[in-house]
T-cell receptor
Framework: EAQVTQNPRYLITVTGKKLTVTCSQNMNHEYMSWYRQDPGLGLRQIYYSMNVEVTDKGDVPEGYKVSRKEKRNFPLILESPSPNQTSLYFC?????????????FGPGTRLTVT | AQTVTQSQPEMSVQEAETVTLSCTYDTSESDYYLFWYKQPPSRQMILVIRQEAYKQQNATENRFSVNFQKAAKSFSLKISDSQLGDAAMYFCAYSGNNNDMRFGAGTRLTVKP
């Protein structure tokens, strides 16, 4: 089944403890992206990647890191999480960068930082 | 930067009735795409419909249609014959030249039986 997977789906952690949220797609998509969803703000882009080894900042990159060593994987790293990073996170992919392409979303990761 | 505005945080509709969700956007680009995504309680984001800015004809997908007014920068979603399964958060999104997708704040739709 063509899909985007994320792990974990739920995570509660403490301030300052490094964490990684994994994202993987099996559709051979070139473009991948991370968003965070907050009430009243919709989805905001954190980072995106147009292909392997090519990443760029979105609207809210502060406090996050990403890497794209393989086409299928695009992990999101929080080196020192803070409570303001408590949010719902989505990974998405599309066949390639471009305005016409639908993005396919993962199931979301609910992160709570205490 | 492009912005997307959904001015209705919540809407409700009676089952089998029609409802229209509003979306406006701000851009200086001439070629772009607009999307409506649905997010049911499962949290999964599902594409409902898309519209290319250069196409005059409004997109339609079964009970879902859009009213695209390019000059007014308006992109509303009409849901006809509303069903209980249509209850969800709906997000309007813009995709232009910057390789990103910008979302509105969302409209929560309730369907009353």
């Amino acid at each position: 089944e063509a899909q985007v997977t994320q792990n974990p789906r739920y995570l509660i952690t403490v301030t300052g403890k490094k964490l990684t949220v994994t994202c993987s797609q099996n559709m051979n998509h070139e473009y991948m992206s991370w968003y965070r969803q907050d009430p009243g703000l919709g989805l905001r882009q954190i980072y995106y990647s147009m292909n392997v080894e090519v990443t760029d900042k979105g609207d809210v990159p502060e406090g996050y890191k990403v890497s794209r060593k393989e086409k299928r994987n695009f992990p999101l790293i929080l080196e020192s999480p803070s409570p303001n990073q408590t949010s719902l996170y989505f990974c998405a992919s599309s066949p390639r960068a471009g305005r016409s392409y639908e993005q396919y979303f993962g199931p979301g990761t609910r992160l709570t930082v205490t | 930067a492009q912005t997307v505005t959904q001015s209705q945080p919540e809407m409700s509709v009676q089952e089998a009735e029609t409802v229209t969700l509003s979306c406006t956007y701000d851009t200086s680009e001439s070629d772009y795409y607009l999307f409506w995504y649905k997010q049911p309680p499962s949290r999964q984001m599902i594409l409902v419909i898309r519209q290319e800015a250069y196409k005059q004809q409004n997109a339609t997908e079964n009970r879902f249609s859009v009213n695209f007014q390019k000059a007014a920068k308006s992109f509303s979603l009409k849901i006809s014959d509303s069903q209980l399964g249509d209850a969800a958060m709906y997000f309007c999104a813009y995709s232009g030249n910057n390789n990103d997708m910008r979302f509105g704040a969302g409209t929560r739709l309730t369907v009353k039986p």
